[in-house]
Structures are given as structure tokens and as C-alpha cells.
């Protein structure tokens, strides 16, 4: 049987290839959110000299790596996230700030440097958030800054896992977090016009799906990011084995390196004053 040759043409003409994005990282940082830049280039990571970087070529480092609120990047002095000890992949990178991938903006060839290790670019793709007027450090009303401006978040269709990404960001545990929202006295035009919606797993509340909020005035999204804590079996309220909650279960702590230092916090995170301990049961004074 004939095969009509125009289909081959078809489906050739159809093919299509993938086109492989340039892998990047941000190291030396505590948090994953800024670092110092490196890429990979022929198998092997390497770092960018800071010679003609701009915040232009942040943005663009930002987007491949999932921030799409690419408005509060920013590059970082080679001095703070120190020197890498690979080769200097790239010199006078220079973005115009909406490329895809830095390997489209100007730069030098490859491997062509006239730089040092101590000129090594960091940059911070972090979205700047807070939480205020609460009743501890831990809780209140979530805030966030993207253009210059810390404004309230709404409280629309917020949910736990939107609670989870932000107590991350804040540096405590997500499984902590519990949604609440607030009665703000904030004014309609001050309030994010933007609403999230997260799986619970992201890095930084920009990666989350975005969409037009429906806000009221007076409920603004608040959180709670207290790690839950408990004293049981215990002679009384205020003394027991400590237990905390995490993965949707409560478990023991372990009684290595656990001191007075450790049973002082649970009982100020419980509401009491000062404290006893022997071995992993700790005792609480009232005030
Ligand atoms: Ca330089
Ligand atoms: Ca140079």
C-alpha cells in the first residue's frame, strides 16, 4: 500500500523541540529565597561576575526560578553570600528584564571573564510580607509589600494552605499556621487587590496561582504561625510529657540536649512563667 508522502511532511513539519532552559541557582544562603547566582554551563556550575548587573537581570533570575512578583528582586553585593569556588560562567550580564532565560541577554561568550570570585553577584527574589497588630510576634494580620507599599492581604476564599506558605515564609513551621481573619479599620483602596491560591507547598506566596480578589474592608487575612504545643499526662495543667504537632499528628520530643532553656519556652508558649524540668517532663510555675 501507498503511503501518501504529504503526511510525513505534515508531521514533520509539526515537530516540534524542546527547548532546554538554562539551569540556575541561588547557594550560600540560609533561606531559598536569595543566594549567591550560580548556572550550569557544559555540566558544571559556575558563578556571574557583578559587572554590569542590574536589577533588570534580577527579574529575570526571579522568573526562571518561579517568583512571579519579580517587582521585589533585587541583586545582592558579592560580599554578602561570598565567593564561589567554581569557574566565572558569565560576565556583564545584562538583562532588559523581560527575557525568559538570562541566557538571551547580553553577555560576554561563555566562560570569557576578566573577574574575580569576590565579584560574584547574589540576588533576593523574596516577596517582602509581615504580620501585624497581633496579639503575639506570631500572629496578626497579613501584610504584604510588592510595589513600595505594605498592604493588608484579603481574606478571600483563605484558606489553610495559603496560611502554610505564609508562616514558611516567615521562617516558622507551616504546620503551625491556622487560618483567622481580622477586622481591619484599613480602607478598601489599601487592601492587596490580589487573592492567592496555594497548594501548600510553595517556597514564596508569588509562586501560588493569583487571581482578583473580592475583599471587604473590614476582613483582612490574618494567620497564626504558634507551633502547637501540649503537656500531658502530667500531675497537673501545668506539667507533662511535651507533645507537638506536626503532619496532621502530635509526637514526642526527644530528651537529648532538652534543659531548662527548652522547658522555659514551652512554658511561656503555654502561658506560664517559669519553669522545672527532669528528664523529657516539664513542670510549669504560675506567674
Ligand atoms: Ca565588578
Ligand atoms: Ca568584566
Redesign the pocket.
Known amino acids: 500500500m501507498l503511503v501518501k508522502p504529504t503526511v510525513f511532511t505534515v508531521l514533520g513539519l509539526l515537530q516540534c523541540y524542546a527547548v532546554s532552559a538554562t539551569d540556575i541557582r541561588l547557594v550560600g544562603d540560609k533561606t531559598p529565597y536569595s543566594g549567591r547566582l550560580e548556572v550550569k554551563y557544559n555540566g558544571k556550575w559556575g558563578t556571574v ?3 554590569d548587573f542590574t536589577v533588570n537581570s534580577a527579574k529575570v533570575v526571579c522568573r526562571m526560578l518561579g517568583f512571579t512578583d519579580t517587582e521585589t528582586a533585587k541583586y545582592i553585593q558579592p560580599s554578602v553570600y561570598g565567593p564561589g569556588n567554581g569557574n566565572i560562567l558569565l560576565d556583564s550580564l545584562n538583562c532588559l528584564g523581560n527575557e525568559t532565560d538570562i541566557a538571551d541577554c547580553s553577555h560576554q561568550a561563555w566562560e570569557a571573564t576578566d ?1 574575580s570570585n569576590s ?1 560574584d553577584i547574589g540576588v533576593d527574589c523574596r516577596t517582602h510580607m509581615r504580620i501585624e497588630q497581633g496579639s503575639t510576634p506570631h500572629d496578626g494580620q497579613v501584610e504584604v509589600n510588592i510595589t513600595g507599599i505594605w498592604q493588608p492581604l484579603c481574606a478571600d476564599n483563605f484558606t489553610q494552605s495559603e496560611a502554610n506558605v505564609i508562616c514558611r515564609m516567615l521562617g516558622y513551621s507551616a504546620n503551625g499556621s491556622y487560618v483567622m481573619s481580622a477586622r481591619s479599620t484599613a480602607d478598601l483602596s489599601s487592601i492587596s487587590s490580589t487573592a492567592y491560591n496555594c497548594t501548600g507547598n510553595e517556597i514564596d506566596i508569588s509562586m501560588c496561582r493569583k487571581r482578583l480578589a473580592t475583599c471587604s474592608a473590614s476582613t483582612v487575612a490574618a494567620v497564626n504561625c504558634t507551633t502547637p504545643i501540649r503537656i500531658v499526662n502530667g500531675t497537673s495543667q501545668q506539667s507533662g510529657r511535651v507533645e507537638v504537632f506536626h503532619n496532621d499528628a502530635w509526637g514526642t520530643v526527644c530528651d537529648d540536649n532538652f534543659d531548662d532553656m527548652e522547658a522555659k519556652v514551652i512554658c511561656r508558649m503555654l502561658g506560664f512563667g517559669t519553669r522545672l524540668e527532669e528528664w523529657n517532663i516539664v513542670i510549669c510555675l504560675s506567674h
Do not use: G
Request: proline share 0%; aromatic share 0%; hydrophobic share 0%.
Open positions: 561576575c557583578d559587572d573577574c565579584e
